[in-house]
């Protein structure tokens, strides 16, 4: 995934077009669904519509669980910047802090061993 592409904006953009996709495409299915004529001509006109809102109802849930995938990978090999840049110090710190706290209660003193 590119770094361009890693904004919240972005991915929202990117999840919101399949999304609306999907949900078209449902309800044009929807629509057909009425029988309003018994003619063989418009029924088989019906089905092939059918058929066509299908194949793109499951090419938009195709590209919402590529999206997905993507998502899960970037996070798991670190190209998904779930924290903000600087809030990852702030807890370290506090461990530290915490490490040298247990040290001195231990009788450890602050300067045995680097945290």
Do not use: C, H
């Amino acid at each position: 995934m590119d770094a361009s592409k890693q904004t919240s904006a972005a991915l929202l953009d990117r999840a919101n077009a399949p999304i609306a996709q999907l949900l078209r495409r449902f309800e044009n299915i929807i629509a057909l669904a009425p029988i309003s004529t018994p003619s063989l001509t418009t029924t088989a006109v019906e089905t092939y519509q059918m058929e066509v809102e299908t194949a793109a109802l499951v090419r938009a849930a195709e590209d919402i669980l590529a999206l997905t995938r993507a998502l899960k990978e970037a996070w798991l090999f670190g190209r998904l910047d779930t924290l903000r840049r600087g809030e990852g110090t702030g807890a370290e710190e506090s461990a530290r802090g915490v490490v040298v706290g247990l040290r001195a209660l231990a009788g450890e003193g602050e300067g045995a061993g680097e945290v």
